[in-house]
């Protein structure tokens, strides 16, 4: 029996998750304004959702990883996000852990003949 | 700065727009009120600036791309890829959830026992007192949307002590304040399923209640006139304390049996004791002498002396048989006690 696309959605959505964390506070160790992030994320192939990436962008902040301002831009006011001391040390324990499962999966998956 | 920012985008559609202004004047600025008055009062002016801005550079790109200023079905696309105003003000609630997922084992295994012991209690008073009601099937039907309603307001109630202990943050640490050495020894005795725990418990407490006079049922003896009424004879007053301490702890180990299912030495310890308080109980029955007498109307006294009499003639054999099974019942307890405290003879290892 085919699995059905919705399970697969909703697998491939859990896999995401924790990744995104990861990958915006990958980007902002320079500073960005939310739609220059979204942009830059989607280039490296790092889709996101905006009604996602704002609200964690605050969540983030509000847990210290990240600071911000207000600044003109292009005539416009935009809010910059970047990262902060503790966001830095977050960042590197979280990338030895990616990394770690990373190397991990890597290996399962080639024995598995993936 | 909201406004001010919310107005400079404005005025930037105004100019790129011709024709649609109106339109889009309207669709962004009704899109940010409707995500502002669902989010917090103290942050709601920060998000929506950011939000304007957001929407702002989005639209600014798609312009861009197309070479163009966007038509208004571009503009609402640009809307509704942010999302819902309501799924977009719960995002930056933070809350997505009533009960999160480390109370959530908690929330249905409540739900079960005081769901299930509201549905219990309710239809065993319901049971009997329909036994003396005149309209038994009609009584019950009415009953039982009683006992419906008190099921829902039992649900709702602990749903609601659910929610306030996520909202505040209440770790119970129920997951984590446990051990594999309190699980149920499967070997000494099965643990009773939550089903039979809580409706044996529910019957404990209907008893009890019964006992202390909470709740009545009806003690008329089925006959012409309904005149003739069941009542204990007097050898139950002096037993009225003991059976209600007996009763009460009953009641507790029961209670344990939802809350702990696992066997335990104490547990076995007040069984044993209610045990021997139950035998006694029988014992001073036994010996009483009459235990029911029957009241009634003058025309049938003689039918209400026939009832009593075989009632109390009836007692002496029950009274036999359930103390039979109580001492049989205490004779397990007292083997799995001893099983218990006897060293374990070593099993073959289990493959994982």
Do not use: C
Request: aromatic share 8%; glycine share 8%.
């Amino acid at each position: 029996m085919p699995i059905s696309p919705e399970i697969i959605e909703t697998l491939r959505l859990e896999l995401r998750r924790g990744t995104l964390i990861l990958a915006v506070l990958g980007a902002l160790r320079t500073e960005k304004y939310g739609y220059m992030l979204k942009s830059e994320l989607g280039e490296q192939g790092v889709e996101i959702d905006e009604g996602a990436l704002y609200p964690m962008l605050r969540r983030l902040e509000s847990q210290g990883l990240l600071t911000s301002e207000w600044r003109e831009d292009a005539k416009r006011q935009k809010r910059f996000y970047r990262l902060s001391a503790d966001g830095a040390a977050a960042l590197s324990q979280l990338t030895e852990e990616w990394r770690g499962m990373n190397r991990a999966l890597d290996r399962i998956l080639k024995e598995s003949g993936q | 700065m909201t406004d001010d920012l919310v107005n400079a985008h404005l005025k930037f559609h105004d100019m790129d727009a011709p024709g649609g202004e109106r339109k889009v004047k309207d669709m962004i600025p009704r899109y940010l009120a409707a995500v502002e008055r669902r989010l917090p009062n103290e942050q709601a002016k920060d998000i929506i600036a950011e939000l304007s801005e957001a929407i702002a550079s989005k639209i600014e790109a798609k312009e861009a791309q197309l070479g163009r200023a966007a038509a208004d079905d571009e503009i609402a696309d640009v809307l509704k890829s942010f999302g819902h105003p309501v799924v977009v003000a719960s995002r930056y609630s933070g809350r997505d959830h009533l009960i999160g997922p480390q109370l959530y084992p908690w929330f249905w295994d409540a739900q079960r026992v005081g769901v299930g012991l509201v549905l219990a209690i309710g239809l065993i008073v319901l049971g009997v007192r329909a036994l003396g009601a005149d309209a038994p099937i009609s009584f019950v039907f009415r009953g039982i949307g009683n006992i419906l309603e008190g099921a829902v307001l039992a649900f709702g109630m602990l749903t609601v002590v659910f929610v306030m202990l996520e909202r505040t943050k209440t770790d119970l640490r129920l997951a984590a304040r446990w051990s594999p050495k309190t699980l149920p020894q499967d070997h000494i005795r099965k643990p009773r399923s939550l089903f039979e725990s809580v409706f044996t418990f529910a019957f404990d407490i209907v008893f009890i209640l019964w006992w202390v006079r909470v709740i009545d049922f009806p003690n008329e003896v089925p006959g012409r006139n309904n005149s003739m009424e069941l009542h204990f004879a007097e050898a139950w007053a002096q037993l009225h304390a003991p059976i209600l301490v007996l009763a009460l702890l009953t009641a507790a180990v029961h209670l344990s049996d939802i809350l702990h299912p696992g066997w335990s030495r104490l547990r076995a310890v007040i069984s044993i004791l209610g045990h021997v308080g139950g035998l006694a109980v029988l014992w001073v029955l036994f010996r009483a002498g009459p235990l029911v007498s029957v009241t009634a109307s003058a025309e049938e006294s003689q039918r209400a002396f026939e009832v009593a009499n075989f009632i109390n003639g009836i007692f002496g054999p029950v009274l036999g048989i359930v103390g039979l099974f109580w001492a049989i019942g205490m004779g397990v307890e007292i083997w799995r006690l001893i099983q218990s405290v006897r060293p374990k003879i070593p099993t073959a290892s289990v493959a994982i």
